[in-house]
């Protein structure tokens, strides 16, 4: 293979040349950006990149709004063989602060909203707008080449969204990315005409290598989409055919009447990924589309690692199997694989696990076993048929009275009890068992709970140690913008409940 052909940005547009004058990019306001001017811009890009000194290797940290402009510039980054470093536009000039001394990038690239707009950083820094008309380098070489690039030379730097601690940046490789795009790419069966309802936000995993990756690969149109808007999703749905989000997206679509079978017409699937997808919520979706969601997981650090089949039953509850290539295993704490059905660490190695956190080889080490197996940081079950359920966080591990309480199985014992939407199960201290079990419940809108009915329910069902020593009915729980329970937020707020006055 020629070193060029290690680019990921050589695989994922390997037929956007045969396709110039098709759309790429259609924007909520009727423009268009062809494949032919996304190969342009990207090129253009690329040489801008390499205008502001870059060599390959170097570092480009962006905290940039979703927009065309803005993929452009991940496009040309790729493709020069700079590493791409987005953050949320969400972070504060603190965070950016540490991100930028911890990334150490050669150029900055911010929307001139953004805190990294106005931060101290020796970095040099460019504005950039949303829109390609204005686009910095529209008067730049067309001529700069695809880098050529090693497999396993890095490719972005994505931060980990760290729900606790401090955030780590998981270096992903050209390889890491190609072989996952290429892997989903048929495990989804993406085919002619498919078209991207594309609503996520572009700085995490999800929207900017699954969705993107899987669209360009395939030679799609995307149905671009700044943010999700729930009017606008149900709008533009009849015309595409892929849509992916994470669970609150579809929560919202059930929330809205106007959201029924016919928008779904010309839809083949849905997938959800990011957080679990609540059994009732793939029930409903079914109920009101006739379509079963295809539930994924993956992390940063991973990418995608177990999806549910294309073809043949999807499992609610479940994550489905390991994808081709990918090895999981499940292992006690003790270090013994567990057996079917019993619940351990999930443990991954393939070509889709990243290289390593940037400049944290002791972090690095920890978090692999010493056969080389990532440990996720995810308690899991595997069934004889070799369908993953995730069960937890092993951090979420709940300790009381000495005994391990694995929140997960009471989330799903209440979350099954009539009038609950859903539940989160924290641990917070307790002065007699060191740690105290918490439910934390949303009730179904509109419908009266009564935290005595949850109490008796675990008093029939569950374990004394397992019971929640109380139960807190709330309207929301608190979410990150890829619809992850924050339960250090959780664990904050109630860290007092059972303090001794
Ligand atoms: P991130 O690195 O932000 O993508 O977060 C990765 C974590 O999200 C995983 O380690 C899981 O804890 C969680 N996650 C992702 N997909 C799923 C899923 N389908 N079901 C349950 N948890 C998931």
Redesign the pocket.
Known sequence: MDAEQHNLFAVITRTAAERPAQPFLRLTSGQVVTFGQMLEHSARATAWIEDRGLKRGDRVVTQLEKSPAALMLYLGCVRGGFVFIPLNTAYTAPEVTYFLSDAQPALLVASSASPAASIATEARRECLGPTLEDAPWLSCDLAAPVAAVGPHEPAAILY??GTTGRSKGAVLTHNNLSSNALVLHEAWRWRDGDVLLHALPTY??HGLFVALHGALLNGSTILFHDKFEVAAVIDALPSATVFMGVPTFYTRLLDDPRFDRSRCEAMRVFI??????LESTFLAFRERTGHDIL???????ALMVTSNPYEGPRRPGT?GRPLPGVDVRIMREDGVPAGSDQPGLLQLKGPNLFSGYWQNPEKTAEDHTPDGYFI???VAVRDRDDFIK?VG?AKDLIISGGFNVYPKEIEMMIDALPGVAESAVIGVPHPDFGEGVVAVVVPHRGVPLDPATIRAAATSELAAFKRPKDVIVVEDLPRNA?G?VQKALLRTRYASLFARP
Request: neutral net charge; hydrophobic residues 30%; charged residues 25%.
């Open positions: 980990t969204s995490h995993a959800s990924g990011s957080a679990p997808l539930e994924r997981y993956g992390m940063t650090e994550v996720s940081g995810d995730i966080r890829m992850k």
